[in-house]
């Protein structure tokens, strides 16, 4: 029977992989809980596990005295002399426990112990296995859903598909085999939690990894994903070296490679864009396939002005403003949009009230705080409504008016009289 125990750690250990000197101080301490439990606390006692024999050896220790007053903790010394001759007084003495003895209860509760141990010891592992696997892609069998999410069978643990991190409008059964990237482990009370995502940036980048080998051997680098999760998505690559064209290393022969991403993702769309430390040209590749005027940089405000022909407005905003948006977060900066003909509106008043405010000796920013935001709102207000400009006086507001009347002089009442009275002739175009 000893060894049969002996047999069993063996076997528990290679299955469940647990350590074997985990489980015999499992074992140990669960004899010694239940020795405790039978015969109370005070007990001087000592567990092993005999490797040679399989037993589980129990020795209580007792104090040789010349009167005993606690039988549990001592033992008088005539006592002890029928046992070693040669004891004196407070020698040790120890003496050896029939675990067989213990009883149905004592035996029931080291067996509990020791299942709970071993529970313990496994779920650590588990947590420490997984700890070590953040981003990486796991494989599993959808087992259940909960209110939570999905929960994925991925063989020694579960791990949980939250509603948040899947793509939207992908459906599972149970049984279907599912991937996904793992984003988080937590302990928990019920053991640890693995996190996975199919909605997570890192899950493409993975996806690259895996299907393209010049991104896993490094010779072409993911600089940034960003996504709309099973709509579409932008990827940033760059290349190491000179004679790789990371573009064309992603797409694969005739797409091979990025279509099978495509179809693991349910048909995400997939812009591949080739990055560039320069801001303004890594924003151009970014919003392909829109053509670019022109890009403003402010990197105080982390701000791009991007410029496109009236005929382009459409294809840089892509559809509910998808293809900005997606540039946006691949390059962590804000992106303004603008028209030409808008943008140069724009540029012509700003210019006008930057040379109004030069005249009138005040900062542009006083006639915006006055709720003055163009020319022709200067040129309309009267001289108590100027006043309102902090700076202005009425010397600088006489200036002001030669200005505005030099920038934008104002017609005639006989002028505007005139074109409205003006027709064009029969078989003329109206001017």
């Not at 405790?36 to 001087?44: F, I, P």
């Not at 529970?119 to 592992?125: S, V």
Request: with cysteine.
């Amino acid at each position: 029977m000893s060894m049969e125990l002996k047999k069993a750690i063996d076997q528990i250990s290679k299955d469940r992989g647990l350590d074997r000197s985990l489980l015999v101080e499992t074992l140990e301490e669960a004899v010694r809980t239940s020795v405790t439990r039978k015969y109370g606390d005070e007990l001087d006692l000592e567990v092993n596990f005999n490797e040679e024999t399989g037993e589980i050896e129990v020795y209580q220790f007792k104090i040789v005295t010349e009167e005993v007053e606690d039988e549990i903790t001592q033992i008088a010394l005539e006592d002890a002399r029928e046992h070693d001759p040669s004891v004196q007084l407070d020698d040790e003495m120890g003496f050896r426990l029939k675990i067989e003895d213990l009883g149905r209860i004592a035996a029931q509760s080291a067996k509990q112990v020791i299942i709970q141990r071993m529970r313990d010891a496994e779920q650590e592992i588990i947590f420490e296995e997984f700890k070590d696997r953040l981003s990486e892609v796991a494989s599993g069998i959808i087992q259940r859903r909960d209110k939570t999410g999905w929960i994925i069978n991925l063989g020694r643990t579960e791990a949980l598909l939250p509603k948040d991190e899947q793509i939207p409008r992908e459906h599972y059964k149970r049984g279907d085999r599912v991937q996904a990237i793992i984003i988080d482990v937590r302990k928990e009370g019920r053991g640890p939690q693995v996190i996975v995502s199919r909605s997570h940036p890192d899950y493409m980048a993975a996806l690259f990894k895996r299907e393209v080998p010049e991104v896993d051997d490094e010779t072409v680098q993911v600089m940034g994903v960003a996504r709309d999760p099973g709509s579409r998505a932008k990827v940033a690559v760059t290349s190491r070296d000179r004679d790789v064209d990371p573009v064309g290393a992603c797409v694969g022969i005739r797409g091979s490679r990025i279509q099978n991403i495509v179809q693991e993702l349910r048909g995400e769309r997939i812009d591949i864009v080739v990055w560039s430390p320069d801001i303004a040209t890594y924003a151009r590749n970014a919003l392909s396939p829109a053509v670019i005027s022109r890009i403003i940089v402010d990197e105080e405000e982390n701000m791009l002005e991007v410029v496109v022909p009236d005929d382009q407005l459409t294809n840089a905003i892509g559809r509910k403003g998808q293809n900005v948006k997606l540039a946006s977060k691949l390059l962590g900066w804000k992106i303004d949009i603008y028209t030409e003909t808008r943008y140069n509106e724009a540029n012509a008043i700003g210019r006008g009230l930057d040379q109004l405010a030069s005249v009138a000796e005040v900062a542009i920013e006083q006639f915006v705080n006055a709720g003055f935001s163009s020319i022709e709102e200067l040129r309309d207000a009267s001289d108590e409504e100027l006043m309102a400009v902090e700076g202005l006086t009425p010397e600088k507001i006489s200036d002001l008016r030669a200005a505005i009347n030099f920038l934008a002089p104002a017609q005639s009442a006989a002028d505007e009289d005139d074109e409205a009275t003006e027709a064009p002739a029969d078989g003329e175009n109206a001017e």
